[in-house]
Protein backbone atom coordinates (compact mmCIF):
# COMPACT_ATOMS: atom_id res chain seq x y z
CA UNK A 1 0.00 0.00 0.00
CA UNK A 2 1.34 3.13 -0.92
CA UNK A 3 2.15 6.03 1.71
CA UNK A 4 -0.85 8.27 1.76
CA UNK A 5 -0.61 11.77 0.47
CA UNK A 6 -3.62 12.50 3.10
CA UNK A 7 -5.17 11.26 5.86
CA UNK A 8 -7.18 12.23 9.11
CA UNK A 9 -9.49 10.52 11.57
CA UNK A 10 -13.29 10.10 9.92
CA UNK A 11 -16.00 7.70 10.81
CA UNK A 12 -18.60 7.34 8.05
CA UNK A 13 -22.27 8.16 8.33
CA UNK A 14 -25.58 6.72 6.27
CA UNK A 15 -28.81 8.18 5.50
CA UNK A 16 -31.59 7.44 7.11
CA UNK A 17 -33.67 4.96 4.88
CA UNK A 18 -36.48 7.13 3.54
CA UNK A 19 -35.09 10.78 4.87
CA UNK A 20 -32.64 13.38 4.43
CA UNK A 21 -31.29 12.27 7.92
CA UNK A 22 -27.83 10.93 8.92
CA UNK A 23 -26.59 8.80 11.52
CA UNK A 24 -22.89 8.55 12.11
CA UNK A 25 -21.50 5.29 12.90
CA UNK A 26 -18.93 5.02 15.93
CA UNK A 27 -16.59 2.86 14.30
CA UNK A 28 -13.44 4.32 14.51
CA UNK A 29 -11.96 5.14 10.78
CA UNK A 30 -9.50 7.58 8.71
CA UNK A 31 -9.95 8.41 5.21
CA UNK A 32 -6.76 8.08 3.33
CA UNK A 33 -5.88 9.75 -0.03
CA UNK A 34 -3.12 7.97 -1.98
CA UNK A 35 -1.38 7.77 -5.39
CA UNK A 36 -1.38 4.36 -6.89
CA UNK A 37 -0.22 3.40 -10.45
CA UNK A 38 -0.89 7.04 -11.51
CA UNK A 39 -4.51 6.85 -9.94
CA UNK A 40 -5.75 8.56 -7.24
CA UNK A 41 -7.72 6.69 -4.46
CA UNK A 42 -9.78 7.34 -1.42
CA UNK A 43 -9.56 4.78 0.87
CA UNK A 44 -11.93 4.14 4.18
CA UNK A 45 -9.68 2.58 6.99
CA UNK A 46 -10.67 0.99 10.16
CA UNK A 47 -8.83 2.08 12.77
CA UNK A 48 -9.93 -0.66 14.65
CA UNK A 49 -9.22 -3.49 12.82
CA UNK A 50 -6.80 -1.72 10.62
CA UNK A 51 -8.65 -2.84 7.42
CA UNK A 52 -9.34 -0.80 4.49
CA UNK A 53 -12.84 -1.07 4.34
CA UNK A 54 -13.73 1.38 1.39
CA UNK A 55 -11.51 2.22 -1.85
CA UNK A 56 -12.99 4.45 -4.83
CA UNK A 57 -10.75 5.69 -7.76
CA UNK A 58 -11.13 9.35 -7.99
CA UNK A 59 -10.76 11.00 -11.66
CA UNK A 60 -9.66 14.54 -11.39
CA UNK A 61 -12.14 17.09 -11.37
CA UNK A 62 -15.23 14.27 -10.73
CA UNK A 63 -15.57 14.53 -7.20
CA UNK A 64 -15.82 17.32 -4.15
CA UNK A 65 -15.99 16.98 -0.64
CA UNK A 66 -18.32 19.53 1.16
CA UNK A 67 -19.69 20.30 4.73
CA UNK A 68 -23.12 19.16 5.13
CA UNK A 69 -24.73 22.47 6.76
CA UNK A 70 -27.87 20.75 7.38
CA UNK A 71 -25.75 18.24 9.92
CA UNK A 72 -26.99 19.15 13.41
CA UNK A 73 -23.88 17.62 14.76
CA UNK A 74 -21.75 19.99 12.39
CA UNK A 75 -18.62 18.26 11.45
CA UNK A 76 -20.37 16.18 8.81
CA UNK A 77 -19.15 16.01 5.06
CA UNK A 78 -20.20 14.97 1.52
CA UNK A 79 -17.78 13.41 -1.02
CA UNK A 80 -20.02 13.93 -4.11
CA UNK A 81 -19.50 12.55 -7.47
CA UNK A 82 -20.17 15.02 -10.61
CA UNK A 83 -20.50 11.46 -12.87
CA UNK A 84 -22.91 10.30 -10.58
CA UNK A 85 -25.80 10.75 -7.91
CA UNK A 86 -23.28 8.70 -5.76
CA UNK A 87 -22.71 9.92 -2.01
CA UNK A 88 -19.94 9.42 0.53
CA UNK A 89 -20.79 10.73 3.75
CA UNK A 90 -18.17 10.95 6.56
CA UNK A 91 -17.81 12.61 9.96
CA UNK A 92 -14.78 14.21 11.84
CA UNK A 93 -13.16 12.34 14.72
CA UNK A 94 -10.59 14.34 15.85
CA UNK A 95 -11.19 15.63 19.35
CA UNK A 96 -10.94 18.95 17.94
CA UNK A 97 -12.07 20.82 14.70
CA UNK A 98 -9.35 23.46 14.92
CA UNK A 99 -7.86 21.71 11.12
CA UNK A 100 -11.34 20.74 9.70
CA UNK A 101 -10.63 23.34 7.11
CA UNK A 102 -7.63 22.71 6.25
CA UNK A 103 -8.22 19.05 5.62
CA UNK A 104 -11.46 19.72 3.33
CA UNK A 105 -9.39 22.34 1.47
CA UNK A 106 -6.24 19.74 0.76
CA UNK A 107 -8.93 17.03 -0.27
CA UNK A 108 -10.54 19.15 -2.38
CA UNK A 109 -7.19 19.97 -3.78
CA UNK A 110 -5.94 16.68 -4.45
CA UNK A 111 -9.27 16.07 -6.00
CA UNK A 112 -8.42 18.43 -8.68
CA UNK A 113 -4.60 17.96 -8.94
CA UNK A 114 -3.31 14.26 -7.85
CA UNK A 115 0.15 15.75 -7.94
CA UNK A 116 -0.85 18.78 -5.20
CA UNK A 117 1.00 18.94 -2.45
CA UNK A 118 -0.99 19.34 0.73
CA UNK A 119 -0.16 22.75 2.47
CA UNK A 120 -1.00 23.15 6.14
CA UNK A 121 -0.66 25.78 9.05
CA UNK A 122 1.18 28.99 7.67
CA UNK A 123 2.67 27.60 4.49
CA UNK A 124 1.62 30.03 1.79
CA UNK A 125 -1.44 30.05 0.57
CA UNK A 126 -1.59 29.12 -3.44
CA UNK A 127 1.70 27.45 -3.68
CA UNK A 128 2.25 23.79 -3.33
CA UNK A 129 5.07 23.66 -0.68
CA UNK A 130 7.88 21.15 -1.67
CA UNK A 131 9.38 18.57 1.16
CA UNK A 132 12.69 18.74 -0.05
CA UNK A 133 14.69 22.10 0.68
CA UNK A 134 17.82 22.40 -2.33
CA UNK A 135 16.40 25.41 -2.96
CA UNK A 136 16.90 27.63 0.26
CA UNK A 137 15.93 31.20 0.31
CA UNK A 138 18.39 34.24 0.79
CA UNK A 139 18.68 34.36 4.90
CA UNK A 140 16.24 36.92 6.51
CA UNK A 141 18.84 38.37 8.98
CA UNK A 142 22.25 39.55 8.96
CA UNK A 143 24.15 36.44 10.38
CA UNK A 144 22.45 37.05 14.05
CA UNK A 145 20.30 33.81 15.70
CA UNK A 146 17.15 34.35 16.06
CA UNK A 147 16.50 33.99 20.36
CA UNK A 148 13.25 32.52 21.77
CA UNK A 149 11.25 34.96 23.18
CA UNK A 150 10.29 34.54 27.09
CA UNK A 151 6.28 33.50 25.46
CA UNK A 152 8.02 31.38 23.22
CA UNK A 153 10.14 29.64 26.05
CA UNK A 154 7.11 29.33 28.33
CA UNK A 155 4.85 27.78 26.07
CA UNK A 156 7.91 25.21 25.57
CA UNK A 157 7.78 24.63 29.03
CA UNK A 158 4.30 24.12 29.38
CA UNK A 159 4.21 21.57 26.42
CA UNK A 160 7.24 19.25 27.58
CA UNK A 161 4.82 19.68 31.24
CA UNK A 162 2.00 18.36 30.11
CA UNK A 163 3.72 15.95 28.24
CA UNK A 164 4.77 14.24 31.25
CA UNK A 165 1.29 15.19 33.06
CA UNK A 166 -1.21 11.71 33.47
CA UNK A 167 -4.29 14.34 33.47
CA UNK A 168 -5.63 14.43 29.74
CA UNK A 169 -8.05 16.97 30.21
CA UNK A 170 -5.19 19.54 31.28
CA UNK A 171 -2.91 18.74 28.69
CA UNK A 172 -2.86 21.19 25.41
CA UNK A 173 -2.53 19.98 22.15
CA UNK A 174 1.07 19.41 21.23
CA UNK A 175 2.15 20.42 17.42
CA UNK A 176 5.41 19.75 15.90
CA UNK A 177 5.10 23.55 14.61
CA UNK A 178 5.99 24.92 18.26
CA UNK A 179 8.83 22.78 18.84
CA UNK A 180 10.78 23.06 15.25
CA UNK A 181 10.63 26.59 14.92
CA UNK A 182 13.93 28.74 14.11
CA UNK A 183 13.68 30.16 17.34
CA UNK A 184 14.19 26.99 19.06
CA UNK A 185 16.12 25.02 16.94
CA UNK A 186 19.40 27.58 15.94
CA UNK A 187 20.78 28.63 18.71
CA UNK A 188 21.70 24.79 19.15
CA UNK A 189 24.04 24.99 16.01
CA UNK A 190 25.84 27.46 18.25
CA UNK A 191 25.82 25.34 21.81
CA UNK A 192 26.35 21.79 20.03
CA UNK A 193 28.25 21.80 17.20
CA UNK A 194 28.79 18.39 16.23
CA UNK A 195 24.79 18.72 15.22
CA UNK A 196 25.83 19.90 11.55
CA UNK A 197 28.02 17.58 10.84
CA UNK A 198 25.46 14.74 11.64
CA UNK A 199 22.32 16.93 10.27
CA UNK A 200 24.11 17.61 6.87
CA UNK A 201 24.09 13.52 5.76
CA UNK A 202 20.13 13.72 5.70
CA UNK A 203 19.89 16.76 4.07
CA UNK A 204 19.58 17.40 -0.12
CA UNK A 205 23.05 16.58 -1.73
CA UNK A 206 23.34 20.40 -3.25
CA UNK A 207 23.90 21.86 -0.22
CA UNK A 208 26.49 24.51 0.17
CA UNK A 209 29.74 22.30 1.51
CA UNK A 210 31.38 22.30 4.15
CA UNK A 211 28.37 22.43 6.28
CA UNK A 212 27.54 25.31 8.46
CA UNK A 213 25.35 26.76 10.93
CA UNK A 214 24.27 29.82 8.80
CA UNK A 215 23.03 27.24 5.88
CA UNK A 216 21.27 25.28 8.35
CA UNK A 217 19.45 28.44 9.81
CA UNK A 218 18.46 29.23 6.17
CA UNK A 219 16.93 25.89 5.73
CA UNK A 220 14.69 25.82 9.03
CA UNK A 221 13.82 29.25 7.91
CA UNK A 222 12.52 28.09 5.08
CA UNK A 223 8.49 28.10 4.06
CA UNK A 224 9.71 24.31 2.53
CA UNK A 225 10.98 23.78 5.88
CA UNK A 226 7.98 24.72 7.70
CA UNK A 227 5.54 23.10 5.33
CA UNK A 228 7.22 19.62 5.79
CA UNK A 229 7.15 19.89 9.57
CA UNK A 230 3.80 20.60 9.03
CA UNK A 231 3.10 17.69 6.48
CA UNK A 232 4.75 15.51 9.27
CA UNK A 233 2.79 16.82 12.19
CA UNK A 234 -0.82 16.11 10.15
CA UNK A 235 1.03 12.94 9.48
CA UNK A 236 1.11 12.31 12.93
CA UNK A 237 -1.94 13.34 14.21
CA UNK A 238 -3.43 10.76 12.48
CA UNK A 239 -1.73 8.37 14.08
CA UNK A 240 -1.08 6.00 11.00
CA UNK A 241 2.81 6.23 10.72
CA UNK A 242 3.61 3.36 12.90
CA UNK A 243 4.95 1.76 9.95
CA UNK A 244 7.14 4.49 8.90
CA UNK A 245 8.79 5.67 11.74
CA UNK A 246 9.92 1.95 12.33
CA UNK A 247 12.70 3.28 9.28
CA UNK A 248 13.73 5.38 11.51
CA UNK A 249 14.44 3.06 14.42
CA UNK A 250 11.69 4.19 16.45
CA UNK A 251 8.84 1.53 17.41
CA UNK A 252 5.80 1.40 16.12
CA UNK A 253 3.81 3.35 18.78
CA UNK A 254 6.05 6.43 17.96
CA UNK A 255 4.01 6.65 14.92
CA UNK A 256 0.49 6.85 16.46
CA UNK A 257 0.86 10.48 17.57
CA UNK A 258 3.25 13.46 18.42
CA UNK A 259 3.21 13.22 21.69
CA UNK A 260 4.48 9.36 21.63
CA UNK A 261 6.81 10.15 18.60
CA UNK A 262 8.38 13.03 20.85
CA UNK A 263 8.49 10.54 24.18
CA UNK A 264 10.24 7.92 21.71
CA UNK A 265 13.02 10.21 20.13
CA UNK A 266 13.52 11.15 23.68
CA UNK A 267 14.18 7.27 25.55
CA UNK A 268 16.37 6.92 21.84
CA UNK A 269 18.32 9.75 22.75
CA UNK A 270 18.93 8.68 26.68
CA UNK A 271 19.70 5.28 25.60
CA UNK A 272 22.36 6.60 22.97
CA UNK A 273 23.68 8.88 25.67
CA UNK A 274 23.61 6.34 28.68
CA UNK A 275 20.63 8.30 30.34
CA UNK A 276 18.36 6.77 32.78
CA UNK A 277 15.42 4.43 31.94
CA UNK A 278 12.66 6.64 29.92
CA UNK A 279 9.17 6.88 31.77
CA UNK A 280 5.74 5.53 30.87
CA UNK A 281 4.44 5.95 27.51
CA UNK A 282 1.28 7.97 28.28
CA UNK A 283 -0.50 6.05 25.95
CA UNK A 284 -4.01 7.02 26.14
CA UNK A 285 -7.67 5.04 24.79
CA UNK A 286 -9.29 6.66 21.84
CA UNK A 287 -12.84 7.90 22.98
CA UNK A 288 -16.07 6.27 21.23
CA UNK A 289 -16.74 10.40 19.82
CA UNK A 290 -14.01 12.15 18.79
CA UNK A 291 -9.89 11.13 19.13
Known sequence: MAEPLLAFKAGRAVRREGTNFLDPIPTRGAVLLTNEDG???????NRTTNE???DLI???EDASFHKVTQSAWGRTYVLKFSSSNQRQFF???DASPARDEEFVNNVNE??????????????SEGSQAQASTSAVPPPTTTGSIPQATPEQLAHLRALVSAMAS????TRPTVSLRDILTPETLSPLFTSHPNLISALFPQLPPDLPTPPSAEVLQRIIASPQFQAAVGNFDQALHTGLLGGLVQGLGLPEEAGTGVEPFLRAVQEQARRE??????????HRDDSMETD
Not at 39 to 45: D, E, I, R, T
Not at 166 to 169: I, L, M, R, V, Y
Request: aromatic share 12%.
Open 39 to 45: LLHLQWK
Open 52 to 54: VEE
Open 58 to 60: LFP
Open 91 to 93: WMQ
Open 110 to 123: LLRDPDYTPVWGDA
Open 166 to 169: NNEA
Open 273 to 282: GGGGDAGGDG
